[in-house]
Each structure stands twice: as C-alpha cells, then as structure tokens.
C-alpha cells in the first residue's frame, strides 16, 4: 500500500478552523476509535465516536476566512466577499477529472464575469495539475453529461455543482493561494480493503415521507439523506465527517456517476449508523423514524488522480460482482 503523508480536515460548521497534523498516519491500529458515539478528544480534535469524524477548536485565521470559506480581499461585488472571478470557460471536472462542463458566466450584483467559490484546505492532484474544490458553483453542463443531471435543478441551461477546477484558472491565483492551505484539507490515508462496492448512488426518493423527506438531524431545515446520495448534477460526495454530529457537512470530492469507477473501504476502520427523524411537518416531529443510513470510510479508485478519503452513503453503494 502506497504511504502518504496525511493531515486531517478540521472544518467545523459555522467557523473556520486550522489544520491538525496527524503525521503519516497509514496504520488503522493507530487510530482512536470505540464501538459507541462517545465524544472525546484527540491531538486537539473534538470526536465522535472515531478519531476520522471530528474537528479541531479554536479559530485561526480570522479575516481570512468565514466559515472555512476563502475570502477574496479584492471584493469582486457587494456582497460577494467569497466569490474568485476564473477565466472564460474555465474547465470544471469531477474528482477522477471527468469533465463536467465550465464555469457559467453569471451576474454578480453590478456585474457579470465566471466565477467560483471554495473552501478552505480543498485541493488534489488530478492528471499532474493542482485542482481546487469549488463549491455550490454554477457550471454550464457538457451534453455528454446533462443526461445524468436532474433537468428540474436547471436555471437557463445552469446547474450548481461542487467540483474541481484548475487552480491557473483563477485570475488572482497566488492571492488565492497564499490563503487556501494547500492540502491541508485531506482526512487519513489509510490501507483499503480488497472488496470493491460500485457507486450507484442509491435512490434520493427512498427516505421520503407524506410529509416530506426525513431528517438525518432532529433540527429544523437541516442535512437529510438525499445530500448524501446521488446529487441533482448526477454526482456523488465524499464527506469529511459522518452526518448528525453538528460537524458540518462539507464534501470533500464529487464523482460522476459511472460505471468506470468503484468504492473501497478503509482497513479497520468502523461504520456509523445513523437514525434518521421525521420532518417538522409529521405528527411525529423530530422522533426517530424506522430507516437509517450507514456512512463507512474510505476512498474512490480514480486513475491519474489523487485519492481523497472520507465518509460515503452505505445506500449510495452495491457490492461489485
């Protein structure tokens, strides 16, 4: 097994936090884990459950960042403070450097210009170029792809995705650079089993209700189980922290659904069973409803790409034949 150099993610939600090193960790029996949700903490990370599903305290980087979104100190528009004005029809790929479409020319207040958001730490390797992860970015889809999109999410021919771009596409790159924190958004590399699971993405109508969709959280207007399976751009999230936690939900790597591609699960390391809740609307509000979902650790085989692990749906997976 191929060892990395690993520093773990510590984006919390709601606040930006610096990375933690956790050095070379590629031995499973290193890490902290117990068979019940207690919360601990670990090399200054607050846990749940596993030493891979926390975050780190405290908040560095004040005025560089908000939440653990990068803050352009050259405001674009009002209003705009997170937004990265790229080149014209910048590429955007998913994490095994299929190509998605390109960055959509939208206005921005005062004016129009391609541009993209992204967070802290989020980088990788694709095809011997340096990606960075934009987030909620609207792309104009290729038609190779577009058929595998959810047409209903369409704005005049735009779809919002989290994706890859190439970091000699945005205009002020060394600007940009000199706050991203180059790969210091990456959870452990661990050894990976030998079973393979095939990304099928699972079905997003599956935890739906008369009224409305269940919750993966008691709270009100928060994560539910469609975020965690096949996404509206046909793509599915690896996640840097299970769900449920208040953690924040944060993907770390998207992949376009295919048949190209496969799952693999980290050597010793546990699931989380997560209930899910019914909605406000029910009269059961907020109790626990009969169906879970299972997030298990891991990485997505690409060729030519760096891998990125983290947490994936157990329901968003089926084991290979």
């Given at each position: 097994?191929?060892?990395?150099?690993?520093?773990?993610?510590?984006?919390?939600?709601?606040?930006?936090?610096?990375?933690?090193?956790?050095?070379?960790?590629?031995?499973?029996?290193?890490?902290?884990?117990?068979?019940?949700?207690?919360?601990?903490?670990?090399?200054g990370?607050?846990?749940?459950?596993s030493?891979?599903?926390?975050?780190?305290?405290?908040?560095?980087?004040?005025?560089?960042?908000?939440?653990?979104?990068?803050?352009?100190?050259?405001?674009?528009a009002?209003?705009?403070?997170?937004?990265?004005?790229?080149?014209?029809?910048?590429?955007?790929?998913?994490?095994?450097?299929?190509?998605?479409?390109?960055?959509?020319?939208?206005?921005?207040?005062?004016?129009?210009?391609?541009?993209?958001?992204?967070?802290?730490g989020?980088?990788?390797?694709?095809?011997?170029h340096?990606?960075?992860?934009?987030?909620?970015?609207?792309?104009?889809?290729?038609?190779?792809?577009?058929?595998?999109?959810?047409?209903?999410?369409?704005?005049?021919g735009?779809?919002?995705?989290?994706?890859?771009?190439?970091?000699?596409?945005?205009?002020?790159?060394?600007?940009?650079?000199?706050?991203?924190?180059?790969?210091?958004?990456?959870?452990?590399?661990?050894?990976?089993?030998?079973?393979?699971?095939?990304?099928?993405?699972?079905?997003?109508?599956?935890?739906q209700?008369?009224?409305?969709?269940?919750?993966?959280?008691?709270?009100?207007?928060?994560?539910?189980?469609?975020?965690?399976?096949?996404?509206?751009?046909?793509?599915?999230?690896?996640?840097?922290?299970?769900?449920?936690?208040?953690?924040?939900?944060?993907?770390?790597?998207?992949?376009?659904?295919?048949?190209?591609?496969?799952?693999?699960?980290?050597?010793?390391?546990?699931?989380?069973?997560?209930?899910t809740?019914?909605?406000?609307?029910?009269?059961?509000?907020?109790?626990?409803?009969?169906?879970?979902?299972?997030?298990?650790?891991?990485?997505?085989?690409?060729?030519?790409?760096?891998?990125?692990?983290?947490?994936?749906?157990?329901?968003?997976?089926?084991?290979?034949?």
């Amino acid at each position: 097994m191929r060892r990395f150099a690993v520093i773990c993610l510590v984006v919390a939600a709601g606040c930006a936090h610096e990375a933690s090193n956790i050095s070379d960790v590629h031995d499973p029996r290193l890490i902290k884990q117990f068979p019940d949700n207690r919360r601990f903490t670990a090399r200054g990370r607050v846990c749940y459950g596993s030493e891979l599903n926390g975050h780190v305290l405290g908040v560095p980087h004040r005025g560089f960042l908000r939440s653990n979104r990068i803050i352009n100190p050259n405001v674009l528009a009002p209003n705009k403070s997170v937004v990265w004005e790229v080149a014209t029809n910048t590429e955007v790929v998913d994490g095994a450097g299929v190509r998605l479409g390109t960055v959509a020319v939208e206005w921005h207040d005062n004016r129009t210009f391609p541009g993209a958001k992204f967070n802290y730490g989020m980088s990788k390797t694709i095809n011997g170029h340096l990606y960075l992860y934009c987030f909620a970015t609207g792309i104009v889809p290729d038609p190779t792809v577009v058929g595998q999109m959810n047409k209903t999410q369409f704005a005049h021919g735009v779809i919002d995705t989290s994706a890859w771009l190439r970091a000699e596409d945005v205009l002020e790159k060394s600007t940009l650079i000199e706050r991203f924190g180059v790969g210091r958004g990456k959870l452990p590399a661990l050894p990976l089993e030998n079973t393979r699971y095939r990304i099928t993405g699972g079905d997003p109508n599956a935890y739906q209700s008369s009224y409305g969709e269940l919750a993966i959280v008691k709270q009100a207007n928060g994560p539910v189980p469609s975020h965690y399976l096949r996404r509206p751009t046909g793509t599915i999230n690896v996640l840097y922290s299970v769900p449920g936690f208040g953690l924040g939900g944060q993907g770390l790597d998207s992949f376009l659904i295919t048949d190209g591609l496969t799952f693999r699960r980290a050597v010793g390391t546990r699931e989380f069973v997560q209930p899910t809740y019914y909605p406000l609307q029910h009269p059961r509000a907020k109790q626990i409803a009969p169906k879970t979902m299972t997030f298990v650790y891991g990485a997505i085989d690409a060729p030519n790409c760096e891998p990125v692990f983290g947490w994936v749906a157990k329901e968003a997976l089926a084991e290979a034949p």
